[in-house]
């Protein structure tokens, strides 16, 4: 059986964004790419229907690129339990309640036994100093936290 991972909004968008001026996005954006291409087949892939709606906002064609991309994947809805559990997350200050996307979107891999929850969002998801609040949280809420991680460190971590 492959391992799990829920692929968060900023992996596929970074997938289909036309390549950055900015150094940084640019190294992150090859990096996606190339783990998409090179590594993806080792996974079985899901994506949220949070995902999808945030994945069409903005430039209708590049919407429209990043809805392609998604058919691709394996569709996850948000349930009650979901909703409950990003709940707990903002409650316990894992997640500030101005990112209560990004708990739901923890909160669905969570729910749904995801193994990763790959993103480039560093400021609430990936987040070094939030990461042990997170797993705690969900922990006592009776799941298991997904491994957070980038593309880059999934596919560090495939070749330790």
Same mark, same amino acid.
């Given at each position: 059986?492959?391992?799990? =991972?829920?692929?968060? +909004? !900023? =992996? =596929? !968008?970074?997938?289909?964004?036309?390549? !950055? %001026?900015?150094?940084?996005?640019?190294?992150?954006?090859?990096?996606?790419?190339?783990?998409?291409?090179?590594?993806?087949?080792?996974?079985?892939?899901? *994506?949220?229907?949070l #995902?999808?709606?945030? $994945?069409?906002?903005? &430039?209708?064609? @590049? $919407?429209?690129?990043?809805?392609?991309?998604?058919?691709?994947?394996?569709?996850? +809805?948000?349930?009650?339990?979901?909703?409950?559990? @990003? /709940?707990?997350?903002?409650?316990?200050?894992?997640?500030?309640?101005?990112? *209560? &996307? &990004?708990?739901?979107? =923890?909160?669905? *891999? *969570? #729910?749904?036994?995801?193994?990763?929850?790959?993103?480039?969002?560093? %400021?609430?998801?990936?987040?070094?100093? /939030?990461?042990?609040?997170? !797993?705690? @949280?969900?922990?006592?809420?009776?799941?298991?936290?997904?491994?957070?991680?980038?593309? %880059?460190?999934? /596919?560090?971590?495939?070749?330790v």
């Amino acid at each position: 059986m492959l391992p799990k =991972v829920y692929i968060e +909004t !900023s =992996v =596929v !968008s970074y997938l289909t964004a036309w390549p !950055s %001026r900015e150094k940084t996005v640019l190294e992150n954006q090859t990096i996606t790419k190339e783990w998409w291409r090179t590594c993806r087949e080792r996974f079985e892939l899901f *994506a949220s229907d949070l #995902v999808e709606t945030e $994945a069409m906002r903005g &430039d209708r064609q @590049a $919407a429209e690129e990043r809805l392609d991309m998604l058919a691709t994947i394996t569709g996850l +809805t948000t349930t009650e339990a979901a909703q409950r559990l @990003a /709940k707990t997350l903002i409650r316990a200050g894992a997640i500030p309640e101005v990112a *209560a &996307d &990004d708990a739901l979107h =923890v909160a669905i *891999a *969570a #729910v749904n036994g995801m193994d990763y929850l790959v993103t480039w969002n560093l %400021r609430h998801i990936n987040n070094e100093t /939030k990461l042990s609040e997170i !797993s705690e @949280a969900c922990r006592l809420a009776g799941f298991e936290s997904p491994i957070i991680c980038s593309p %880059r460190e999934l /596919k560090e971590k495939e070749h330790v």
